[in-house]
């Protein structure tokens, strides 16, 4: 059974943490509260998904819609990663509910195949609640970025760069007109680097082209990524034309592509 932690009138921003930790839910729960956010705790990823879903039976009118999901890698009834691609699944486009993955700590193999399914950010457990919180706040603050972007009176022209399309109003990729599978944050990654193409940029460079990614300072993570839109945008992943990685310093991104 869902159960709706807080949902005050005035809150807008709706947090879905799945989690079978009851006693971690209640403690997060309230600590989101106290922070200004609305909070529903599915302990279950049958419950969890059914509510993204819009299944009735697991709603309510104030958790209509979900901002953010908070995605626990153990569940007992399906594993993380598997939400997280049927998450995925379910709103597949620019728009999709960003995932803050929890993963096991000293297991970084999770960490990175959670990126590599589509969750846009991770922490370890145990975590420090105010951490978690600034990586909730990051999130939210780069899709009110975005939202304020989107509703500029000047629009930036999409990018075109052979037969890929990048465009920044609609936050979409395209290769060859079929759209490209990216997180907000790998799209994010993607844009920075082609506005800069032909400039070779190191990870340091990158990440601080993208605000509000303050606390994934982690070479590694960044790498994943790389290889997740390399996936997405390369016609040969393994042969990369697009991303290229200059050894030692970082990466560049090509003018010239087909």
Known sequence: MVKKIITPKNMTEHILLIDDDERLARMVGEFLRQSSYSVSHAATA??????????QAMRDKASSSVDL??????LPDMDGLQVCRRIRALNGDAKRTPILMLTAKGDPMD??????????????????PRELLARIRAIMRRRGEHALSASASTLKPALQFGSLEINPETRQAKLAGALCDLTAYQFDLLLAMAERAGRVLSRDQIMEAVRGRELEAFDRSIDVHMGRIRQAIEVDAKNPQ??????GVGYVFAKQQN
């Open 242 to 247: 697009r991303i290229l990685t200059v050894r």
């Open 46 to 55: 049958t419950e969890g998904l059914a509510l993204l879903d819009g299944s």
């Open 111 to 128: 960490r990175i195949i959670g990126l590599e399914m589509g969750a846009d950010d991770y922490l370890p457990k145990p975590f420090e």
């Open 69 to 74: 999901v908070v995605l626990d890698l153990m």
